[in-house]
């Protein structure tokens, strides 16, 4: 398949939107590249290299978006979001951010900002949600500019995709808002009750629908108890977006920037390649702009029976990577707690993260704030056990789990005790069971003076043990030394935080972690 055809294959396939799919498009497209030395002109056999349709080679992809910037976005759904690890897209009205007048109900900047701060995108619905389709092309463009100058000046950067207020444009709106931008929102799934009337089998229907297809879902939602479209019942909100967690083997989610920018790169992305079984050298070429598309693109490198996936850079120039490391390219889940998901901080500063990013491979973040091994919290708002959320993960060649923590304060009673190590064992032994081939390793909780902390560790040791998996014990090498005020002021999240390192703590356990990640390889 050249890559004229593979463009126009994937044009079609992005253009059919749910309710107006083919049965053609249910399976996944695959942009094919032979791998082909350029140095000698003789093709590598049995090796083949394929940009992913969708980032880490998912099937379908999916945007939630929450329009008109209204203050229910801050208190109730970002949150939810955050405890779930799951990102979304704000589109706002720069006019009526942080506005005064009485019975307003929008954000604030202050608002946004924190939001954004936890991976979110904050874009622009115009300055003060008029219909562009009315207005002249000068007032269109006054629109659009105001928003974008105002959100750079407040969060400092600038928006690279647009919202058309009302959903309403034409050409002459496209090219004016198009400038300058990785993507526009010209379809969406319009969710709520007020309106919509969503239910939680519509919305576990259209969610099952866009997997099948292999298609990029893009949600619209408003307020939940304010604006247009309210939602009646907020909790099948809740649970959708749960829902949308046990999907994400299947699915990549993402701002609606990362996702329009990552199809826009794959369309207009050809790559040369060179290597053989050592190594393979990638040499792409882009005809986009790299100061506005700046995703990597995903490509499935197969050699034989050896499969890896690389994170390139479309713009990048030659790029080549060593299939001798045998962690490069292979794929790490790392599920767990807070210590995982890293509380407050972006993940991408754990030292899991900072490991996989060293060796290419790629990282899959299961962790959720408050999560336990073997207590349910959906009720607190913290969601499933892992123990009743591992099976959800995709598959992986590495998996770490990273808790215990949160079980502490649970198993200093006979019941609780005997609880967690039944689910524990069960946790242990499903691991091994859906993943035979991977290598997984656990890492225990910091050695915390605090009830139920040895029992958990020592829980972790011995029945981990039972089933043949390592242990990073962090309780017991030294290098978190949680109870030293000092250390904790320095390498942790606030003085008084006994859980959760800041960067400069990730980065001790980089070398332990390194270590530990290359020791489970089969």
């Known amino acids: 398949m050249n890559s004229a055809t593979s463009a126009i294959i994937h044009y079609i396939a992005d253009k059919m939107r749910i309710g107006k799919m083919k049965e053609t498009m249910k399976k996944t497209l695959l942009c094919i590249i032979s791998i082909t030395s350029l140095t000698t002109g003789v093709a590598q056999a049995g090796t083949t290299v394929e940009i992913c349709r969708y980032r880490y080679g998912r099937q379908a992809a999916l945007s939630l978006t929450f329009d008109?910037?209204?203050?229910?976005?801050?208190?109730?759904?970002?949150?939810?979001?955050?405890?779930?690890?799951?990102?979304?897209?704000?589109?706002?009205?720069?006019?009526?951010?942080?506005?005064?007048?009485?019975?307003?109900?929008?954000?604030?900047?202050?608002?946004?900002?924190?939001?954004?701060?936890?991976?979110?995108?904050?874009?622009?619905?115009?300055?003060?949600?008029?219909?562009?389709?009315?207005?002249?092309?000068?007032?269109?463009?006054?629109?659009?500019?105001?928003?974008?100058?105002e959100i750079e000046r407040e969060l400092g950067t600038r928006p690279k995709t647009f919202c058309f207020p009302y959903n309403s444009h034409n050409a002459t709106v496209d090219s004016i808002c198009g400038a300058g931008r990785c993507g526009m929102r010209t379809f969406q799934e319009g969710q709520g009750q007020a309106n919509n009337h969503s239910t939680a089998e519509s919305l576990s229907n259209w969610l099952d629908g866009i997997i099948e297809a292999g298609e990029w879902g893009v949600t619209m939602s408003h307020g939940i108890h304010h604006g247009w479209d309210q939602w009646e019942n907020e909790n099948v909100l809740w649970n959708y977006f749960k829902q949308i967690c046990t999907e994400q083997s299947r699915l990549w989610v993402d701002t609606f920037a990362a996702v329009s920018a990552y199809i826009a790169e794959r369309d207009n992305c050809t790559v040369k390649v060179r290597g053989g079984r050592k190594s393979v050298t990638l040499i792409p070429s882009c005809s986009l702009d790299p100061a506005i598309f700046t995703e990597k693109l995903t490509a499935k490198v197969t050699v034989g029976n050896d499969v890896r996936y690389i994170e390139f850079d479309p713009f990048g120039g030659p790029q080549t990577f060593s299939l001798e490391d045998p962690l490069f390219g292979k794929v790490l889940n790392v599920i767990g707690?807070?210590?995982?998901?890293?509380?407050?901080?972006?993940?991408?500063?754990?030292?899991?993260?900072?490991?996989?990013?060293?060796?290419?491979?790629?990282?899959?973040?299961?962790?959720?704030?408050?999560?336990?091994?073997?207590?349910?919290?959906?009720?607190?708002?913290?969601?499933?056990?892992?123990?009743?959320?591992?099976s959800d993960m995709a598959d992986a060649d590495f998996i770490l789990v990273i808790a215990g923590h949160n079980d502490a304060s649970k198993v200093q009673d006979e019941q609780g005790h005997r609880t967690f190590r039944e689910k524990l064992e069960a946790l242990c032994r499903g691991l091994k069971d859906k993943w035979p081939e991977a290598g997984i390793g656990w890492v225990t909780p910091w050695a915390v003076n605090s009830p139920g902390f040895d029992t958990v560790n020592a829980d972790i040791v011995e029945i981990c043990g039972k089933y043949g998996i390592p242990i990073l014990n962090t309780a017991t090498d030294g290098i978190i030394e949680v109870e030293n005020a000092e250390f904790r002021a320095q390498f942790f999240q606030s003085p008084a935080d006994r859980a959760h390192l800041n960067d400069a703590g990730h980065n001790m356990m980089v070398t332990p972690g390194n270590k530990f990640l290359e020791s489970l390889r089969k």
């Open 337 to 390: 707690d807070s210590y995982v998901r890293n509380h407050q901080e972006p993940f991408s500063r754990t030292w899991h993260s900072k490991v996989a990013a060293s060796h290419s491979m790629i990282y899959n973040n299961y962790g959720i704030n408050g999560s336990c091994v073997a207590f349910d919290r959906t009720k607190e708002g913290f969601g499933k056990s892992l123990e009743q959320r591992y």
């Open 68 to 149: 008109d910037g209204i203050s229910d976005h801050f208190t109730m759904v970002a949150p939810r979001l955050d405890r779930l690890g799951l990102r979304a897209t704000f589109w706002v009205n720069a006019a009526n951010i942080g506005s005064t007048s009485p019975n307003s109900h929008y954000l604030t900047w202050d608002q946004c900002r924190k939001m954004a701060a936890s991976g979110h995108e904050i874009s622009n619905h115009g300055w003060s949600h008029l219909k562009l389709t009315n207005l002249s092309p000068e007032e269109i463009a006054e629109e659009v500019r105001k928003c974008d100058d």
